[in-house]
């Protein structure tokens, strides 16, 4: 099994199946924003990027989608669809994976401050922001 699994073919259905995941997540956050072809387009701007498909299958599988409303403090999310959402303009490719982070880091901030004190959600942002800076290095 081992051996297979290292197998190249098998590594490729693996890869087909992560990106597959996250293109399924689009539609999902697609059907739930008020622009979804806005949300189209910065997903293919950051995922044109070399290093692009990583972060954003890190981050659906780091964050969630997005799209849950039981993930939320005070009725804002932070999945890949608030990401989305809080990126500023960027040309596609690497100005958007590094737009992208920032968005993440932002996101994530308003997700601290949301959350219940007594969760002490602050002492992880520092890892989830270094994390995020993972997404703006070229691979």
Known sequence: MRQWLSSPAALQMQT??????????????????????????????VASAPNGMYA?????????E??????????????L????EEMRPASPGQPAAVEFAEAAKRVLQRRVDNSPPGRGEARWLAGWK????TYKKGL
């Not at 299958?57 to 964050?63: E, G, L, P, Q």
């Open 81 to 84: 669809r608030q990401v989305l």
């Open 56 to 64: 954003l299958i890190d981050y659906v599988n780091f964050k969630g």
């Open 16 to 45: 087909d199946f992560i990106i597959n995941r996250s293109l399924a997540a689009l539609d999902r956050i697609r059907k739930q924003s008020r622009r979804p072809s806005e949300m189209a387009a910065r997903y293919n701007a």
């Open 130 to 133: 270094n994390r995020c800076d």
């Open 66 to 79: 997005g799209t849950n409303p039981a993930e939320q403090y005070r009725g804002q999310g932070w999945g």
